[in-house]
Nanobody, 120 residues
Framework: QVQLVESGGGLVQPGGSLRLSCAAS????????MGWYRQAPGKQRELVAA??????NYADSVKGRFTISRDNAKNTVYLQMNSLKPEDTSVYYC???????????????WGQGTQVTVSS
């Protein structure tokens, strides 16, 4: 089976930085895309950033502040978050589009989520 394990969340003051990591493990044949979503209480889950090959995509609200990167050899995706704002407070979820064998279609897998709280 496939597991995505996130780390790096926590409490930070406004203007501070955090770095999230997500490592995918298990029976992975190939990974097409990885990304980060977030969900605040009472709100829908939203895309924060995604990376496919060398291409990246960001939500408008985080452009210029967050940077997504990926280590393909480790099947790990990172999210560097700078200039954090209280409105960035949310549970952040890692997502990977991958397949476990060449004959199996790509599927989406999720991590368990990590809490990020931005508060003074």
């Amino acid at each position: 089976q496939v597991q995505l394990v996130e780390s790096g969340g926590g409490l930070v003051q406004p203007g501070g930085s955090l770095r999230l990591s997500c490592a995918a493990s298990g029976s992975i044949f190939s990974t097409r895309a990885m990304g980060w979503y977030r969900q605040a209480p009472g709100k829908q889950r939203e895309l924060v950033a995604a990376i496919t090959g060398g291409s990246t995509n960001y939500a408008d609200s985080v452009k210029g502040r967050f940077t997504i990167s990926r280590d393909n050899a480790k099947n790990t995706v990172y999210l560097q978050m700078n200039s954090l704002k209280p409105e960035d407070t949310s549970v952040y979820y890692c997502n990977a589009e991958l397949r476990t064998a060449s004959w199996i279609p790509f599927g989406y897998y999720w991590g368990q989520g990590t809490q990020v709280t931005v508060s003074s």
